[in-house]
């Protein structure tokens, strides 16, 4: 059974930068995809990127251009870059895996092993 563990969150103004991690342990996952997804107070949970274990990238139409998802299969973790975060990507940051080599779908269904969390928050 394959343990996530976010880290990397933080409180960062407008137009500012982080950059998450998530530590798998468990299970190497240079065979798996891997995705985050986001949950903001109120609202459910949305999808953010994802990675195939070719690299294959994929993101939401919202974070486009911003963010930017890489793995580093020695280190077995997974990697989001955000950059020129507006208030509106505030949210728990979620990192999550299923037991597919290809990004099967986008919606939290199509993944099964999720992390805590980590909280991004953006001031304006």
């Known amino acids: 059974q394959v343990q996530l563990v976010e880290s990397g969150g933080g409180l960062v103004q407008a137009g500012g930068s982080l950059r998450l991690s998530c530590a798998a342990s468990?299970?190497?996952?240079?065979?798996?995809?891997m995705g985050w997804f986001r949950q903001a107070p109120g609202k459910e949970r949305e999808f953010v990127a994802a990675?195939?274990?070719?690299?294959?990238?994929y993101y939401a139409d919202s974070v486009k251009g911003r963010f930017t998802i890489s793995r580093d299969n020695i280190k077995n973790t997974v990697y989001l870059q955000m950059n020129s975060l507006k208030p509106e990507d505030t949210a728990v940051y979620y990192c999550?895996?299923?037991?597919?080599?290809?990004?099967?779908?986008?919606?939290?269904?199509?993944?099964?092993?999720w992390g805590q969390g980590t909280q991004v928050t953006v001031s304006s």
């Open positions: 990675i195939s274990w070719s690299r294959s990238t």
């Open positions: 468990g299970r190497t996952i240079s065979s798996y995809a």
């Open positions: 999550a895996t299923d037991n597919l080599a290809v990004v099967a779908g986008t919606s939290p269904a199509d993944f099964s092993s």
